[in-house]
């Protein structure tokens, strides 16, 4: 089973609709389309700052970062290592610490289509 695990903050802000009036709300949506594709993966959502009070839905676990939300997705990768793990994230520099411990990345709109 693949596990896809989502940098919320970079998927949400990488499209320019207004998520940073309501970062919360943003990641409810982006937690929603996620879960309306879930089937043979493990869907991990990290969330950080005001969006930390995301709730977890069916098809999709929500970790909230107590921190930075880069530490914990490379730590959730490392936890995973050896399995079929896609980080999903624009940045540049979490990509290359998660490809260090053999997970596979994917850009945002993987699962952000731009509308």
Do not use: F, H
């Amino acid at each position: 089973m693949t596990v896809l695990i989502v940098d919320a903050a970079n998927v949400v802000g990488s499209v320019p609709d207004g998520w940073w009036k309501d970062r919360r709300g943003a990641a409810e949506r982006l937690r929603d389309r996620l879960a309306a594709r879930s089937g043979d993966e493990e869907i991990i959502l990290v969330v950080e700052g005001s969006a930390r009070d995301v709730a977890s839905v069916p098809g999709v676990r929500v970790d909230s970062a107590p921190g930075s939300g880069d530490d914990l997705i490379v730590e959730l990768a490392a936890g995973y290592a050896g399995q079929d793990c896609v980080v999903v994230t624009a940045d540049r520099e979490l990509r290359e610490r998660v490809q260090a411990l053999g997970a596979r990345c994917a850009g945002p709109r993987t699962v952000r289509p731009v509308d």
